[in-house]
């Protein structure tokens, strides 16, 4: 009997043991109903039993190989990937679910070896269940990964929302009792409070922000006409009281008003200037320049030091990296998630715009073109 045939007459006695298998992998099985625990497994065996029955072409069995198969584009999903998809909701890890695949891998072969009298004649059947299996694996794996990246991203963002309320709260209390004039260690304590707060709700943005990029809501942007001279000039001030004893210019030229979001211009520019100044050199000064062009409103931010290595320049815009080496020689952590360089690159998109960089052995330069009316 051929291995395929064999799935079929066998089905049953086949599901029973990736039941059986499956009811021990506790603590996400337990409670499972039989059907949960069989999940999609004969809708699997089935697949591989007819894909067993058809011809097979050398290039067809290397893309199995690799878990690269074509999938049937009359389906929207294969039956491995619901798999995939379900265990993760299920609270089960990665490596349960790949053991289930072991254990069903070497059942079938185990149960049609007692069926034929362990005179296995086919080795072509056993190589194509194999790649079967590897096959489901994979699509298993994507789709599981998949929905924990989900999973973990929708956390993180309702985390980042929920926590801005108590935060609000604990920074408009501090603002209170400093100006209460309750004496002077009540309002230096007030005041790193206030300047704390404010800390971790930049760093929540930018986690809010960066959960929404990766579920695909994208940068919200509420746009309007406004001055960017004007709202560049605010946040420069609250840089300079954030990095006292730093030198920080700006400077700005022609007509600078465009439809912007005025709080992600605050944002945008807060992220590319504190990131210059803590990894520029610490007697340097960081410059922003400001200017109007005839369609659009262009900015730099330059600060001077060494430059940025090209090995980590090119991925200075991912998320969850340092932006650059600390020039300073001070190995601290500075608390930074690594998402500064990433948001900004977002809001610039949001926006229709476009965002480079260039370092060489002066300065580091970060350069932002943003069209005066959105696209």
């Not at 007819?50 to 097979?56: E, K, P, R």
């Amino acid at each position: 009997m051929r291995l395929g045939e064999f799935i079929i007459f066998a089905m049953e006695p086949i599901l029973e043991e990736w039941q059986a298998f499956a009811t021990s992998l506790g603590p996400a099985a337990d409670g499972m109903s039989r059907k949960e625990l069989r999940d999609h497994a004969r809708e699997m065996l089935s697949a591989i039993a007819a894909d067993l029955a058809q011809d097979q072409t050398a290039s067809a069995q290397a893309e199995k190989s690799k878990g690269q198969a074509l999938a049937d584009p009359s389906l929207p999903h294969t039956a491995a990937q619901l798999h995939g998809s379900l265990r993760a909701h299920s609270g089960f890890n990665i490596n349960q679910m790949v053991a289930e695949y072991r254990a069903l891998r070497a059942s079938v072969l185990r149960l049609w070896g007692q069926q034929i009298g362990n005179a296995v004649t086919d080795l072509g059947d056993v190589i194509r269940f194999g790649e079967a299996i590897d096959q489901a694996v994979a699509e298993s794996i994507s789709h599981f990964t998949t929905e924990l990246d989900t999973s973990r991203n929708l956390l993180l963002g309702m985390l980042g929302h929920d926590m801005r309320n108590p935060l609000n709260v604990i920074r408009l209390t501090a603002a209170f009792l400093k100006k209460l004039n309750a004496g002077e260690n009540v309002s230096v304590a007030a005041g790193r409070l206030i300047s704390s707060g404010s800390r971790i709700k930049a760093l929540l943005d930018d986690l809010v922000d960066f959960n929404r990029t990766n579920l695909g809501v994208g940068i919200n942007v509420q746009a309007a006409k406004i001055d960017l001279g004007v709202v560049f000039g605010e946040q420069v001030n609250l840089l300079r009281a954030a990095f006292p004893g730093r030198r920080l210019d700006l400077e700005v030229s022609g007509n600078v008003e465009g439809i912007c979001d005025a709080n992600r211009m605050h944002q945008l520019l807060g992220n590319l200037t504190s990131n210059a100044l803590k990894y520029g050199a610490p007697q340097g000064t960081v410059r922003v320049t400001l200017r109007g062009e005839q369609d659009a409103v262009v900015f730099d931010v330059a600060n001077e030091g060494p430059p940025i290595p090209p090995n980590l320049l090119k991925f200075i815009f991912d998320p969850l990296r340092r932006a650059a080496p600390d020039l300073t020689g001070d190995a601290r952590d500075d608390g930074s998630l690594g998402l500064g360089l990433y948001v900004a690159k977002e809001i610039v998109k949001a926006h229709g715009g476009q965002i480079g960089v260039s370092s060489d052995d002066t300065e580091t330069v970060f350069s932002i073109w943003l069209p005066r009316t959105r696209p």
